[in-house]
């Protein structure tokens, strides 16, 4: 398995980004995927994530209502879809895959439970 994000770049505060998340292997619907970031000088924290199915989502409280988490199975993707972008939300954005197959177990939040990660994406949005 291997993940790409994309769709980094710069942006004003309040302005709008959508990025991508590739996945390149097999049964890509077996897979939650969670997005996370790390901005200078911070730990890597929770974005979001969404179940094999898109069934149900998670978001860190700061982010829900602006960042929106969506998948398209039949194309191998995830996506963030991110809104009233502040400086704050600089960071380097990755995207994980967990395993969802039986006798797994997962909370979305966990770095430790993703079982892939891609190579990042910097998102900067000035003030």
């Known amino acids: 398995v291997q993940l790409q994000a994309s769709g980094g770049g710069l942006v004003q505060a309040g302005g709008s980004l959508l990025l991508s998340c590739a996945f390149s292997?097999?049964?890509?619907?077996?897979?939650?995927m969670g997005w996370f970031r790390q901005a200078p000088g911070k730990e890597r924290e929770f974005v979001a994530a969404?179940?094999?199915?898109?069934?149900?989502?998670y978001y860190t409280d700061s982010m829900k209502g602006r960042f929106t988490i969506s998948r398209d199975n039949t194309e191998k993707m995830a996506y963030l879809r991110m809104n009233n972008l502040q400086p704050e939300d600089t960071a380097v954005y990755y995207c994980?895959?967990?395993?969802?197959?039986?006798?797994?177990?997962?909370?979305?939040?966990?770095?430790?439970?993703?079982?892939?990660w891609g190579r990042g994406t910097l998102v900067t949005v000035s003030s």
């Open positions: 994980a895959a967990h395993w969802a197959g039986a006798g797994t177990t997962w909370f979305e939040r966990r770095q430790s439970d993703y079982d892939f």
């Open positions: 292997g097999r049964a890509f619907n077996m897979y939650h």
């Open positions: 969404i179940e094999w199915n898109g069934g149900r989502t």
